[in-house]
């Protein structure tokens, strides 16, 4: 018995196409899943109130960046990793010298730099001594003797008299603290791969 195997010219060329057309299918999928992955996670950061600035830092990228390929990949990640990764697990957060962790009240101000001010900041630029106050129930203080200004933020009393100056607690004491849990950017996450498969279905679909 003799088999003969002719192949034709037309299935290879066939073949060659449907390959061409799963890389085609493969590549965009991931690229879609990754825009996508990032739209969500974005959303996520400004519903949860963390402001569009760190929304903005998620950015995506997909492999190969030029051509197609069976292999494509995509890449989904935050430049500020510390910051987006303490909001999505919630940790215990702890002094690191060992001693207490203040918080700044709403006297306290906000730093000249951007974010929460620190007690050796805000004696520097109000040029008040800060008083540490224990208290066996709650957090305790550290206050200062001053007045508090048209925004809420205390100052140094101008009266010679000591007219209007009070105790105003500037920062609460408190040895841990825990960031509360506020994405879950797991769950999206899981979501976008669990589409792929059929986002290349469907493109290859398509793409015949």
């Not at 999928?29 to 992955?37: I, Q, V």
């Not at 001594?129 to 206050?143: A, E």
């Not at 849990?181 to 493109?203: S, T």
């Amino acid at each position: 018995m003799k088999l003969k195997l002719d192949i034709d010219p037309d299935l290879v060329a066939m073949m060659r196409a449907e390959i061409r057309a799963g890389e085609k299918a493969v590549t965009c999928a991931m690229r879609e899943a990754g825009m996508g992955l990032k739209t969500a996670w974005r959303g996520q950061i400004t519903g949860a109130g963390l402001g569009r600035r760190l929304a903005n830092l998620i950015r995506n990228a997909t492999y190969p960046k030029a051509g197609e390929s069976l292999n494509a990949t995509a890449l989904v990640w935050s430049k500020a990793p510390v910051i987006v990764g303490a909001h999505n697990a919630g940790p215990l957060i702890r002094s690191r010298d060992g001693f207490w962790l203040a918080i700044p009240t709403e006297a306290a101000g906000k730093s000249l730099r951007g974010g929460r001010i620190t007690p050796g900041e805000w004696e520097r630029r109000t040029g008040l001594r800060l008083r540490f106050v224990y208290r066996r129930r709650g957090p305790s203080l550290l206050v200062a003797e001053g007045r508090l200004n048209t925004k809420g933020h205390a100052v140094a009393s101008r009266s010679k008299t000591g007219r209007g100056r009070t105790t105003v607690p500037i920062f609460l004491l408190v040895p841990q603290v825990r960031l509360p849990k506020r994405l879950d950017l797991g769950q999206d996450a899981e979501r976008a791969a669990d589409a792929v498969p059929r986002r290349i279905v469907g493109k290859w679909v398509e793409g015949r």
